[in-house]
């Protein structure tokens, strides 16, 4: 399986922005990066993915490098509630989410 | 609102009995899964199913066994507990393409086993 790399922790100061990174250099052409992130006492909770382009939700926007080996999960203006563990990880349809979840970065949001 | 539920938050159970951990989801998903979280390991697939009466071992099914009889419901049963079965167990569940579709994630059952 292919791994991903992030960041053990980060920090950032509340509505300010946040980009989280993950490395995925042997990514395969078929897999999808998704971001997760966990709430203390929570299961995790989807937050966005993609294949090959840029991404918006409500929630974060996704950047994917142009040799998708890289990946980039930005929040615009960081809150409290947004302290949390956040997880990149590599899905394709092949193998039903089969893929281990690492220790994710874990942010800090400072008031 | 989807919603992915776990019959318990926290369990204490003892050396040697049988567990058992449900997990119902109201989302008609086919994929349901079964991890657990430790301090340092993130999340390990125990089990997971692609349909009814399906099922595939993960990285980590020593000593746990499933039963999904029907769609909604995914079961995680400790045959003996032992104490280095105390962690968190989250359920999950998809749909079927797990490459574009989202996991939704259970709060987790806390087992401590003694």
């Known amino acids: 399986d292919a791994k991903t790399t992030q960041p053990n922790s980060m920090e950032s100061n509340e509505e300010e922005p946040v980009h989280l990174p993950c490395n995925h250099s042997?990514?395969?052409?078929?897999?999808?990066i998704h971001w997760y992130r966990q709430l203390p006492s929570q299961g995790p909770e989807y937050v966005i993915h993609?294949?090959?382009s840029n991404v918006n939700n409500r929630m974060a926007s996704l950047a994917i490098a142009e040799d998708r080996k890289s990946s980039t999960l930005i929040l615009h203006r960081a809150t409290l509630r947004d302290a949390a563990v956040y997880y990149c990880?590599?899905?394709?349809?092949?193998?039903?989410?089969?893929?281990?979840f690492g220790d994710g970065t874990t942010l800090t949001v400072k008031p | 609102d989807v919603k992915v539920t776990q019959s318990s938050r926290y369990l204490v159970k003892r050396t040697g009995e049988k567990v058992f951990l449900e997990c119902v989801q109201d989302?008609?998903?086919?994929?349901m899964f079964w991890y657990r979280q430790d301090p340092g390991l993130g999340l390990r697939l125990i089990y997971f199913?692609?349909?009814?009466?399906?099922?595939e071992k993960g990285d980590i099914p020593e000593g746990y066994s499933v039963s999904r009889e029907k769609k909604e419901r995914f079961s995680l049963i400790l045959e003996s507990a032992s104490t280095n079965q105390t962690s968190m167990y989250l359920c999950?569940?998809?749909?079927?393409?797990?490459?574009?579709?989202?996991?939704?994630f259970g709060p987790g059952t806390r087992l401590t086993v003694t």
């Open positions: 990880i590599l899905r394709d349809n092949t193998n039903a989410g089969k893929s281990t």
């Open positions: 199913s692609y349909d009814v009466k399906m099922k």
């Open positions: 993609g294949l090959t």
């Open positions: 042997t990514i395969s052409g078929t897999d999808y």
């Open positions: 999950a569940s998809s749909l079927r393409l797990a490459g574009i579709y989202e996991q939704y």
């Open positions: 989302m008609d998903h086919e994929n």
